[in-house]
């Protein structure tokens, strides 16, 4: 059974940069495309990142110019690096994983904690 295994999460004062780490446990990782969702208290979960098997990537208009996500298919890992953390980025971060057709994937992680405080 596949798993994923998210690290990284805390909590950090507003401007100050977090790293996410999101780790499989198979080496067909490299065949996936690798998606960040995020969601805050009250609301729906959003789609904050998204880097597919080749390496290409988008991202949400919210977090442009801020996260950038990477992956080492060599580690089947994947990251999401965050600067410029505002209080609105506040939420459970998770790492999904599936097709590159989709941007929900079949596999999810357990989620990580993200506080910004202002």
């Known amino acids: 059974q596949v798993q994923l295994v998210e690290s990284g999460g805390g909590l950090v004062q507003a401007g100050g940069s977090l790293r996410l780490s999101c780790t499989a446990s198979t080496n067909m990782f490299r065949l996936y495309a690798i998606t960040w969702h995020r969601q805050a208290p009250g609301k729906q979960r959003e789609l904050a990142a998204r880097?597919?098997?080749?390496?290409?990537?988008r991202y949400a208009d919210s977090v442009k110019g801020r996260f950038t996500i990477s992956r080492d298919n060599a580690k089947n890992t994947a990251y999401l690096q965050m600067n410029s953390l505002k209080p609105e980025d506040t939420a459970v971060y998770y790492c999904n994983m599936g097709p590159d057709a989709l941007d929900k994937g079949p596999y999810w992680g357990q989620g990580t904690q993200v506080t910004v405080s202002s």
């Open positions: 880097i597919s098997s080749s390496g290409s990537t």
